[in-house]
Every structure is written in structure tokens, then in C-alpha cells.
């Protein structure tokens, strides 16, 4: 099994830029297809990105497409989620997640199997 803690998240302006880590244990990261997702208040929790498990491809949903991007380092055990341009609309838990390749769509949280417990994330406007 997995287990993944997030770090990065905070306060920033809008505009601004974070970066996002995801600390994996385990001697088996690379087997796993890795994405993120994030929930606001109120709302339901919602696909960002996604990475194979190799790197070689990458999803994103329309709303961060051009801004975030999702890279891994399988060497460091670690997915990152780079964010540019910041929106208020962005505020959320960040949470990363990992999933067997070929199990389950990559932008349904059903199909992820280890999940951290998130960072948040404020853009302020």
C-alpha cells in the first residue's frame, strides 16, 4: 500500500504561484497512476490532474488547464502539482491520490485507492 502527505498549500495572492508536493512511502510508487483533486466548501470534490505512472501522460481538467501542472519524481517517491496564475476560484483541500493504472476512470475519485489528507489552498482576491 501507499500512504501520501501533502505539502505547500497556502495563503497567495491572486495571480500568484504555489507548488504542491506529495510525499509517497512504499518501494512501489512507480507502479501507480497519481492525480490530484480538491474540494471547496460546499461543493463536491473535483478532478485536477492526473499522471501516469511513468510521467509519459498527463490529464488535466479544463479549468487548470495552461495553469497547473502535474510532474513526478519517482526517485523521490513524489507528484508535485505546479500552480500559475492563481484564482480565487482555486481555494480549495488539495488532495493527491493513487490509483493502479488501467483501474477505474482517471477523473473519478472512485477509482483512486490511497488518498493523503489534504492541504489547503487560499487565493485571495
Known amino acids: 500500500q501507499v500512504q501520501l502527505v501533502e505539502s505547500g498549500g497556502g495563503l497567495v495572492q491572486a495571480g500568484g504561484s504555489l507548488r504542491l508536493s506529495c510525499a509517497a512511502s512504499?518501494?512501489?510508487?512507480?507502479?501507480?497512476?497519481m492525480g490530484w483533486f480538491r474540494q471547496a466548501p460546499g461543493k463536491e470534490r473535483e478532478f485536477v490532474a492526473h499522471?501516469?505512472?511513468?510521467?509519459?501522460?498527463?490529464y488535466y481538467a479544463d479549468s487548470v488547464k495552461g495553469r497547473f501542472t502535474i510532474s513526478r519524481d519517482n526517485a523521490k517517491n513524489t507528484v508535485y502539482l505546479q500552480m500559475n496564475s492563481l484564482k480565487p476560484e482555486d481555494t480549495a483541500v488539495y488532495y493527491c491520490a493513487a490509483k493502479i493504472p488501467g483501474k477505474g476512470a482517471y477523473g473519478s475519485s472512485w477509482s483512486y485507492d490511497y488518498w493523503g489528507q489534504g492541504t489547503q489552498v487560499t487565493v485571495s482576491s
Open positions: 512504499g518501494r512501489t510508487f512507480s507502479s501507480y497512476a
Open positions: 499522471i501516469s505512472w511513468s510521467g509519459g501522460s498527463t
